[in-house]
């Protein structure tokens, strides 16, 4: 099994990034997933989830409006769009998935928001 996070790196405040969660080793369509993030000296926090038709999607309030969850099941992939992105989004974000007590996690990718 294996989750493998990118499209992460430093980005001016107000600008975009888009992360991709490359899946393999387990039937991607059955999964619910999801993308958390910790801050340094923080604990991790769960940014958004999306179902594992893609039907249904939730998002922590403080990303509400500003990142996008979606997946592509066809391509064992999983992505968020993070738009109008600010200092405190800066974490290491990682790709989970989710089915009954099973659970996966991806090794991370760093955010950096900073002029």
């Known amino acids: 099994v294996q989750l493998v996070e990118s499209g992460g790196g430093l980005v001016q405040p107000g600008g975009s990034l888009r992360l991709s969660c490359a899946a393999s080793?387990?039937?991607?369509?059955?999964?619910?997933m999801s993308w958390y993030r910790q801050a340094p000296g923080k604990e991790r926090e769960l940014v958004a989830t999306?179902?594992?038709?893609?039907?249904?999607?939730n998002y922590a309030d403080y990303v509400k409006g500003r990142f996008t969850i979606s997946r592509d099941n066809a391509k064992y992939t999983m992505y968020l769009q993070m738009n109008s992105l600010k200092p405190e989004d800066t974490a290491v974000y990682y790709c989970?998935?989710?089915?009954?007590?099973?659970?996966?996690w991806g090794q991370g990718t760093q955010v950096t928001v900073s002029s």
């Open positions: 989970n998935a989710q089915r009954g007590y099973t659970s996966y």
């Open positions: 080793g387990f039937t991607f369509s059955r999964y619910d």
């Open positions: 999306i179902t594992s038709t893609g039907g249904r999607t």
